[in-house]
């Protein structure tokens, strides 16, 4: 393995359930992800992609095989290792937003940096420069009920890289927003972590999005099964 | 790759301080509902606690109030009633053991009131010694302590004039047959008998038909400076036949006797009622709102928390609650004893159960609040990319 991947991915499988009752989702994935290369995982419900995004977002165990982030077998760390390094290496973009209800966007956004040690402050400052940088800066003491779901969309792109995490991971980041915001959210996404060199793998399958991939990887019955699509970053 | 060095866990913990408070205070609901639960156990408990204590208070006030350092009682006395006589032979062998500055009997009988409309109540009769009035009356609101020394004159207790035909100071009664006159009159004095009526010891004889000679206690107060105990070990070898106790050792015999045949079994059922239902309330809405909740604390763990940091979180909540919820209940207790507040009740809420009862609260809502934290450790991070 290179220290240029950011995700090197070898056999990995899962197995949900136990006797007649098991389901394999990952049936031995092999998948390496450069630093700073925005990978798009595509696939029908069910295929396993959101299962290896868990996995190597280390929220899930696999089953088997090996995950390594930045040169680290992450599957191979004790369970009690594992929120430090969700917390320092990885931000989170969930399909739902999953914003706290009773905090405001700046709160919400600062929240990961205070939980990292910075003082109230200056988490409030990065915060705001977040939330300026997505194009709401008019709106940092909105709770997340007073927000569109666009605007939700961009506070929690704005959560995820307030901690300054080398890797990002964003589960149907467009699932919940009509096309023109999709499109708005993947495209400030990709534009905000090129900016500081951060690996992104997105799990969709909006094919509207799907263009603004350096790389995709196709998924379907728990097994990679072709490249879709290339393109130079 | 390595993860960097753990944070300082104070400054972590003050985070989640503040989120669990944020979180509480957004789900107003949930807020009032659990407040409730602690509102509840803490009123009831409290109210419970204060009533008792205000019981026993009226069983033992008597004993407090003697001014006797020792009293000398029939064996196997654990509450203050009449009961068997002792001769005066008794009271001069306590006058003359060394350390005894004074030594006096006292009566306690039951005599029957006879009312101007007819019919009869009963009073607890108490014979006192002049001029010691050891064991005498106290809290005069009418009259005061000299007019014992007026012959044929007896002091009842104000809150029961009504109800012993509309007395007042200088009405002329029949009491045990005689004829009596209305000197003054205290006010509280209702222990769980009859209320208490004061008159001089052998003007009580005569009422209650007891020889001269004979007492239902001697009442006995140590010479300044001699050690009370030493007196009571003293009489107690010179009087083997009674019992010689201290004036607490006395008051503490009848709240235990009380608690243990009377009043205690009711009392901590009811007060434990209290505290199970707030404990119910308490660990239902906390379950509730973390169910309520689920994803923002799967999103937490996502994102980096631990389980103990949400322990932390919970208790935090439980924390708050415990003890918005018993400041704001001891304060409904505190408005609730003054109004009962009368002569045959003093609710008393001793200032340590202004520390206990917040810290016991605390308690009942950190184990309430494991329900929850069972919830929340069972929760599978990876539940947010469902």
């Given at each position: 393995?290179?220290?240029?991947?950011?995700?090197?991915?070898?056999?990995?499988?899962?197995?949900?359930?136990?006797?007649?009752?098991?389901?394999?989702?990952?049936?031995?994935?092999?998948?390496?992800?450069?630093?700073?290369?925005?990978?798009?995982?595509?696939?029908?419900?069910?295929?396993?992609?959101?299962?290896?995004?868990?996995?190597?977002?280390?929220?899930?165990?696999?089953?088997?095989?090996?995950?390594h982030l930045f040169g680290e077998d992450v599957t191979a760390l004790a369970p009690?290792?594992?929120?430090?390094?969700?917390?320092?290496?990885?931000?989170?973009?969930?399909?739902?937003?999953?914003?706290?209800?009773?905090?405001?966007?700046?709160?919400?956004?600062?929240?990961?940096?205070?939980?990292?040690?910075?003082?109230?402050?200056?988490?409030?400052?990065?915060?705001?420069?977040?939330?300026?940088?997505?194009?709401?800066?008019?709106?940092?003491?909105?709770?997340?009920?007073?927000?569109?779901?666009?605007?939700?969309?961009?506070?929690?792109?704005?959560?995820?890289?307030?901690?300054?995490?080398?890797?990002?991971?964003?589960?149907?980041?467009?699932?919940?927003?009509?096309?023109?915001?999709?499109l708005g959210v993947t495209e400030l996404l990709r534009e905000l972590c090129r900016?500081?060199?951060?690996?992104?793998?997105?799990?969709?399958?909006?094919?509207?999005?799907?263009?603004?991939?350096?790389?995709?990887?196709?998924?379907?019955?728990?097994?990679?099964?072709?490249?879709?699509?290339?393109?130079?970053? | 790759?390595?993860?960097?060095?753990?944070?300082?866990?104070?400054?972590?913990?003050?985070?989640?301080?503040?989120?669990?408070?944020?979180?509480?205070?957004?789900?107003?609901?949930?807020?009032?509902?659990?407040?409730?639960?602690?509102?509840?156990?803490?009123?009831?408990?409290?109210?419970?606690?204060?009533?008792?204590?205000?019981?026993?208070?009226?069983?033992?006030?008597?004993?407090?109030?003697?001014?006797?350092?020792?009293?000398?009682?029939?064996?196997?006395?654990?509450?203050?009633?009449?009961?068997?006589?002792?001769?005066?032979?008794?009271?001069?062998?306590?006058?003359?053991?060394?350390?005894?500055?004074?030594a006096e009997p006292l009566l306690f009988q039951t005599a029957t009131l006879k009312?101007?409309?007819?019919?009869?109540?009963?009073?607890?009769?108490?014979?006192?010694?002049?001029?010691?009035?050891?064991?005498?009356?106290?809290?005069?609101?009418?009259?005061?302590?000299?007019?014992?020394?007026?012959?044929?004159?007896?002091?009842?207790?104000?809150?029961?004039?009504?109800?012993?035909?509309?007395?007042?100071?200088?009405?002329?009664?029949?009491?045990?047959?005689?004829?009596?006159?209305?000197?003054?009159?205290?006010?509280?004095?209702?222990?769980?008998?009859?209320?208490?009526?004061?008159?001089?010891?052998?003007?009580?004889?005569?009422?209650?038909?007891?020889?001269?000679?004979?007492?239902?206690?001697?009442?006995?107060?140590?010479?300044?400076?001699?050690?009370?105990?030493?007196?009571?070990?003293?009489?107690?070898?010179?009087?083997?036949?009674?019992?010689?106790?201290?004036?607490?050792?006395?008051?503490?015999?009848?709240?235990?006797?009380?608690?243990?045949?009377?009043?205690?079994?009711?009392?901590?059922?009811?007060?434990?009622?209290?505290?199970?239902?707030?404990?119910?309330?308490?660990?239902?809405?906390?379950?509730?709102?973390?169910?309520?909740?689920?994803?923002?604390?799967?999103?937490?763990?996502?994102?980096?928390?631990?389980?103990?940091?949400?322990?932390?979180?919970?208790?935090?909540?439980?924390?708050?609650?415990?003890?918005?919820?018993?400041?704001?209940?001891?304060?409904?207790?505190?408005?609730?004893?003054?109004?009962?507040?009368?002569?045959?009740?003093?609710?008393?809420?001793?200032?340590?159960?202004?520390?206990?009862?917040?810290?016991?609260?605390?308690?009942?809502?950190?184990?309430?609040?494991?329900?929850?934290?069972?919830?929340?450790?069972?929760?599978?991070?990876?539940?947010?990319?469902?």
């Amino acid at each position: 393995m290179t220290t240029e991947q950011a995700i090197r991915a070898r056999g990995v499988t899962k197995v949900f359930g136990a006797g007649g009752l098991e389901y394999h989702a990952l049936r031995g994935i092999d998948v390496d992800v450069a630093r700073g290369e925005f990978l798009m995982l595509a696939g029908p419900s069910g295929s396993g992609k959101t299962t290896l995004l868990s996995i190597v977002g280390c929220v899930l165990a696999a089953t088997s095989g090996s995950v390594h982030l930045f040169g680290e077998d992450v599957t191979a760390l004790a369970p009690s290792r594992l929120p430090d390094l969700r917390l320092r290496r990885i931000g989170f973009i969930f399909q739902g937003h999953n914003l706290i209800a009773s905090l405001s966007a700046r709160e919400n956004v600062a929240l990961v940096a205070r939980m990292q040690g910075f003082g109230k402050q200056e988490a409030g400052r990065r915060a705001e420069a977040l939330l300026d940088r997505v194009g709401l800066g008019d709106k940092v003491d909105n709770l997340p009920a007073q927000l569109s779901g666009g605007q939700r969309q961009r506070v929690a792109i704005a959560r995820a890289l307030a901690g300054e995490p080398p890797l990002v991971l964003a589960d149907e980041p467009t699932a919940a927003l009509d096309a023109q915001s999709g499109l708005g959210v993947t495209e400030l996404l990709r534009e905000l972590c090129r900016e500081h060199g951060r690996t992104v793998v997105v799990v969709t399958h909006d094919s509207r999005i799907f263009h603004l991939a350096d790389r995709m990887v196709h998924i379907e019955d728990g097994r990679i099964v072709e490249p879709l699509l290339e393109q130079a970053s | 790759m390595t993860a960097s060095p753990a944070l300082p866990r104070l400054a972590r913990w003050r985070v989640l301080a503040e989120l669990g408070l944020r979180m509480m205070l957004h789900d107003k609901a949930k807020l009032v509902g659990t407040l409730m639960g602690v509102i509840f156990a803490v009123v009831l408990g409290v109210q419970q606690l204060s009533i008792l204590f205000g019981l026993l208070q009226k069983n033992t006030m008597f004993i407090d109030n003697s001014a006797a350092d020792l009293w000398i009682v029939p064996p196997g006395t654990t509450t203050l009633q009449t009961g068997g006589l002792m001769s005066d032979g008794v009271l001069a062998r306590a006058r003359s053991t060394e350390g005894v500055a004074l030594a006096e009997p006292l009566l306690f009988q039951t005599a029957t009131l006879k009312k101007p409309s007819g019919g009869t109540e009963p009073v607890t009769l108490v014979g006192t010694s002049l001029p010691a009035r050891l064991g005498g009356p106290w809290n005069f609101v009418a009259g005061g302590p000299e007019v014992l020394e007026q012959p044929d004159t007896v002091v009842f207790e104000d809150s029961e004039r009504e109800k012993y035909g509309g007395l007042d100071v200088g009405s002329v009664r029949e009491l045990a047959g005689q004829r009596v006159r209305v000197g003054g009159f205290t006010w509280g004095l209702l222990p769980f008998g009859p209320a208490y009526a004061f008159t001089e010891l052998g003007h009580a004889r005569d009422l209650t038909g007891v020889p001269a000679d004979k007492m239902s206690f001697v009442l006995v107060k140590v010479r300044p400076g001699q050690d009370v105990d030493a007196v009571k070990a003293r009489l107690a070898e010179r009087i083997p036949e009674l019992t010689v106790v201290t004036r607490s050792e006395y008051s503490r015999s009848v709240v235990i006797t009380l608690l243990k045949e009377q009043l205690g079994a009711s009392f901590a059922t009811s007060t434990s009622f209290g505290l199970i239902i707030g404990f119910v309330i308490v660990a239902l809405s906390m379950f509730s709102s973390v169910l309520d909740n689920l994803r923002e604390f799967g999103t937490l763990k996502a994102i980096g928390c631990t389980n103990l940091d949400l322990a932390l979180l919970l208790f935090c909540q439980a924390a708050l609650y415990a003890l918005a919820g018993s400041l704001i209940g001891l304060g409904l207790v505190g408005q609730m004893a003054e109004g009962i507040r009368g002569p045959k009740l003093v609710p008393i809420v001793p200032p340590v159960l202004l520390a206990i009862v917040p810290a016991l609260m605390l308690v009942v809502c950190v184990v309430a609040s494991t329900l929850a934290l069972s919830r929340i450790r069972k929760l599978e991070p990876g539940m947010v990319f469902r």
